[in-house]
């Protein structure tokens, strides 16, 4: 069977920008949550979000070329993808372009995001950039137009991705909120192994960090209110948890068929081992009290790395902090490791840059990453309090030296969306 295996690492996210920045945000065990700056949140219950500060989007944008170049320069969440994808396909090629390495069409792309939504004033600019009058409409338009919404296509960034790189394979964007991440690089784990693809581009990009994306989850009651924590507020698994922060932020890997990458000298940072995927078929907004999705994707992706539960040596969580996720999900581990389960420490590093929606099981892999390759499990930051129903082992409060050679990293989302992926060490030592 074809192995598939991590050559590059890209990110964008509240703890940094850059696979070196994130980790130390990690080993520091550093809270990326504060007040909301990037718009005026004074009225809403929620005014605390976990947001990307260190990179200067508007260079970014400024570089932007290409037919929806005008577009892109405002799609934020967008251009955080476009940077992680470059630093992915940067770390695995150097110089090189993916399509200088492959050819072109046994390259692919697999993508996450959300819910693109521009403001139709913004959207009336970047066309007016490239030339089209509008006519009537902007002018009829006056002042609501800048009241307007309009969804627009979700692969936007991922044009831009798969021109840089020179891929004419394969090109998939997940729209699966929560699970969207780690379903891409799932799918594209698959396409490799299956030979559809030689090597893909894989990840996350998303931002609900806007008016929209913050009112519409304060109206679920899914957020925390606890705005004078600020850093301290996202607290997975602990008995005073109130709810998620939102982040915001994009994560990519490159990946390549193992002998493949060998024979081109590339350099294996870990490798894909399996891969799981359900559907709760249950309600939108809650997780299914018999948990049989979120034990279902876990068991199909152990099953399909060929490893037993109690050869995992840590779970990367999806951890998000409300009411309901924190103890199904604990129930769900309990399910599926047995005895396992209280030997086996699990952390959410929401608990440290928020709930970054469609890209969260992208850079959560990376966080698996960092813990395979520094030997340092991140922390479940502000947990202080158990909680009867959550019930593990939740690396409190700083990272934990180990040795983990396997470990699983999980996503449940929204419409009962479920994922996993197993993730090892890059060598056969």
Not at 50 to 69: K, M
Request: aromatic fraction near 6%; charge should be negative; glycine fraction near 12%.
């Amino acid at each position: 069977m074809r192995r598939v295996v991590i050559t590059g690492a890209g990110v964008v996210s509240p703890l940094g920008t850059g696979i070196d920045r994130f980790f130390e945000g990690l080993r520091q065990a550093r809270a990326g949550v504060d007040l909301i700056e990037s718009f005026d949140a004074s009225g809403f219950p929620t005014r605390i979000a976990a947001e990307v500060r260190d990179l200067d989007l508007s260079a970014v944008a400024v570089a932007v070329a290409g037919p929806d170049a005008a577009l892109l320069r405002r799609d934020r969440k967008g251009l955080f993808g476009l940077v992680a994808a470059r630093q992915a396909i940067a770390q695995a090629f150097g110089g090189a372009r993916p399509c200088d390495c492959y050819e072109p069409d046994r390259l692919a792309a697999f993508c996450a995001t959300g819910l693109e939504v521009f403001h139709l004033q913004d959207l009336v600019a970047g066309l007016t950039e490239r030339g089209i009058d509008l006519g009537r409409l902007g002018r009829a338009g006056g002042p609501a137009v800048g009241r307007l919404t309009l969804q627009i296509p979700s692969d936007l960034a991922v044009r831009a991705i798969v021109q840089e790189a020179g891929i004419r394979g394969l090109v998939h964007v997940n729209v699966s909120a929560c699970a969207a991440g780690t379903q891409a690089l799932g799918e594209a784990l698959r396409a490799i192994r299956e030979g559809a693809a030689d090597a893909a581009v894989a990840g996350g990009f998303d931002s609900m960090v806007n008016p929209l994306g913050l009112g519409g989850f304060c109206l679920l009651g899914a957020l925390s209110r606890s705005n004078e924590l600020r850093g301290a507020a996202s607290r997975p698994f602990d008995a005073r948890r109130d709810g998620f922060v939102l982040g915001e932020g994009a994560g990519f890997c490159m990946l390549e068929e193992r002998s493949a990458a060998l024979s081109r000298g590339a350099q294996i940072l870990a490798e894909l081992r399996g891969y799981g995927s359900s559907l709760d078929a249950f309600r939108v907004s809650d997780p299914d009290p018999e948990h049989a999705g979120a034990t279902g994707c876990m068991r199909a992706a152990l099953a399909d790395a060929g490893v037993h539960a109690d050869e995992l040596d840590y779970i990367n969580a999806h951890g998000t902090a409300t009411r309901k996720n924190d103890p199904a999900e604990t129930a769900a581990i309990r399910a599926v490791l047995g005895a396992a389960a209280d030997r086996t420490p699990v952390s959410s590093t929401k608990s440290q840059i928020g709930h970054l929606i469609g890209a969260a099981g992208a850079v959560e892999a990376l966080a698996v990453l960092f813990a395979l390759r520094e030997g340092l499990l991140p922390a479940t930051i502000n947990w202080s309090e158990p909680d009867p129903g959550c019930d593990l082992d939740y690396v409190p409060g700083t990272p934990r030296a180990a040795h983990v050679r396997t470990a699983l990293s999980t996503s449940f989302g929204f419409g009962g969306q479920n994922a996993a992926l197993v993730i090892g060490r890059g060598s056969d030592d």
